[in-house]
């Protein structure tokens, strides 16, 4: 983020000297765009809903029920995106319509819902709960899995009329699948076919900057980032998204930033679209979350969450310990693809994971993908799509 603030800095100071503000800038105007308007503005239709889940969260999901050439006459075939850590459903949509994932399935025929987990920018709502307060940010992963999959899944089949959908999720995306279908049997018997993009069980091989996290004790990430959000979009990520990252000069730098995170493959990203991306993430997470994630990378072990002492995990689980979840319970039809160049779901911890999928029906390994090319790649419909939506249209 330094390199980013130093760029504002010189930008700011130099811009108007050097004629900066005149030359190479021209910000997409979905970099200042809700979720909606990103879908109409491509002309697609959408519909909004909210989902409150068992425990009171209320959560923003989006639909695109057919694409821009197509009717509404005949039920769809449903398809079901969720997206990965500190992510929203922007990223299905963030990239032209030819290159998006919930276009291409809207414009193919089929009717694509997009979740939002709970305290991203778009859920971030309870019945009882403010997001001032700490009982809001009481969750992790076990919460996603337990109920926003459930009620978001089984709102779609009640509003649908139909009682199996496809399944696509993007890394902790996957994750909460996997606890999901293993745990939920009835739940499990809705997916036709679980897609897994980068997907993630275990985090022991993760190069990712989270790894950081692991080396600090509980009591130190709460006193740097709190007990409530983390990551949440800021307005200065969003001034360094559409008055810096939409700049020629500046590309390279805002470019470095990202892949920071997610691994090198500049050759397949569409830099002309840098402000969409960062100006519609990050958009946030619960510390406890990350305690979770960071908890993952030390243990190596797919896994509940500790909550600190025995005492509150018999409260929770009716054990001393937190439980590991058995991957080989899941008994969904799952496809998978993994990147090699993948700074956080690194290829060894897939290794380890493909032995457990006991109905693995497809398995790509993509070598130059990092971590967000399976949304954001130029590439994604020719290594990716076109071999998901042949899948769905054999299955159907």
Known sequence: MWQLLAAACWMLLLGPLCGYHKKGSTTNPEANMNISQ?????GYPYEKYDVVTK?????????IPHGRRCSRAAPRPVVYLQHGLIASATNWICNL?????AFLLADTGYDVWMGNSRGNTWSRKHLKFSPTSPEFWAFSLDEMAKYDLPA??????????????????HS??????FIAFSTNPE???RIKIFFALAPVTTVQYTRSPMRRLTTLSRQAVKVLFGDKMFSPHTFFEQFIATKVCNRKLFRRICSNFLFSFSGFDPKNLNMSRLDVYLAQSPAGTSVQN????SQAVNSGLFQAFDWGNPDKNMEHFHQLTPPVYNVSQMEVPTAMWSGGQDNVADSKDTENLLPKITRLIYYKFIPHYNHVDFYLGQDAPQEIYQDLIRMMKECF
């Open 97 to 101: 319509p030819n290159n998006s994932l």
């Open 172 to 177: 902790q995306g996957t994750t909460i699948a």
């Open 187 to 189: 739940l499990a018997k």
């Open 55 to 63: 425990d009171g969260y209320i959560l923003g999901i989006y639909r």
């Open 38 to 42: 990103i879908i109409s503005y491509w």
């Open 152 to 169: 978001t899944i089984n709102f779609i089949v009640e509003k649908t009329g139909q009682e199996r959908l496809y399944y696509v999720g």
């Open 290 to 293: 990350m305690l979770h994630w």
